[in-house]
């Protein structure tokens, strides 16, 4: 069983920033990705950003520029470092890993709240 704890979320005014972490722990594959989605009330979860153990990072167009995701390998932990923060970077924020291929072994932590005042 493969388990994701979020923490860091909270609420901070337009302009701050969060650093959010997420640790993984379980019957892990080493090659892995690890991301971070969120969903806003009333719309879908969308991708922030993901990073695979060798490092290679991706990010969402509106998360260019503001965030900056990093991981830990030996620790299974992945960051996400969110600076000049919106109000409407206000969701829920889910962290994510997978691997494999036919089949692919996806799980999902529970989240962490990120609230942004303007």
């Known amino acids: 069983q493969v388990r994701l704890v979020e923490s860091g979320g909270g609420l901070v005014q337009a302009g701050g920033s969060l650093r959010l972490s997420c640790a993984a722990s379980g019957n892990i594959a080493r090659i892995n990705v690890m991301g971070w989605y969120r969903q806003a009330p009333g719309k879908e979860r969308e991708l922030v950003a993901t990073?695979?153990?060798?490092?290679?990072?991706s990010y969402a167009d509106s998360a260019k520029g503001r965030v900056s995701i990093s991981r830990d390998n030996a620790k299974n932990t992945v960051y996400l470092q969110m600076n000049s923060l919106k109000p409407e970077d206000t969701a829920v924020y889910c962290c994510?890993?997978?691997?494999?291929?036919?089949?692919?072994?996806?799980?999902w932590g529970q989240g962490t709240q990120v609230t942004v005042s303007s």
């Open positions: 990073i695979t153990n060798g490092g290679i990072t």
């Open positions: 994510n890993i997978r691997w494999g291929y036919r089949p692919v072994y996806e799980y």
